[in-house]
């Protein structure tokens, strides 16, 4: 199983990215897919999920995201994406991507995703 992650990069406050999330080894359509982000000293906390289809194909935000990012996915192409608009210097992080089975009650917590990418990193400068 592998999940790849790319789209990071260095941006300014108010400028938007798209990170990306490929999918390898697994029937994609099975599971949710989410993001989380860790910043230094911090523990790595939700930022948004796509529920599998049969479970609704809903999305699922952070508070400090809603209204900024949209998570999408493409099951043809395996790959999550997560569009960051209007980008802040508090959402500097290393963003990652993972995948999870777990029921939709656990679906905003890490512990409960399986698969891991290796983590993108993303700076928005102020």
């Known amino acids: 199983v592998q999940l790849q992650a790319c789209g990071g990069g260095l941006v300014q406050a108010g400028d938007c990215l798209r990170l990306?999330?490929?999918?390898?080894?697994?029937?994609?359509?099975?599971?949710?897919m989410g993001w989380f982000r860790q910043a230094p000293g911090l523990e790595r906390e939700f930022v948004g999920a796509f529920s599998r289809s049969g479970s609704g194909g809903r999305t699922y935000y952070a508070d400090s995201v809603k209204g900024r990012f949209t998570i999408s996915r493409d099951n043809a192409k395996n790959t999550v994406y997560l569009q960051m608009n209007n980008l802040r210097s508090e959402d500097t992080a290393v963003y990652y991507c993972?995948?999870?089975?777990?029921?939709?009650?656990?679906?905003?917590?890490?512990?409960?995703?399986?698969?891991w990418g290796q983590g993108t990193q993303v700076t928005v400068s102020s």
């Open positions: 990306s999330c490929a999918a390898s080894g697994v029937t994609f359509r099975n599971y949710h």
């Open positions: 993972a995948a999870s089975q777990i029921a939709l009650s656990g679906i905003t917590y890490a512990r409960n995703y399986i698969h």
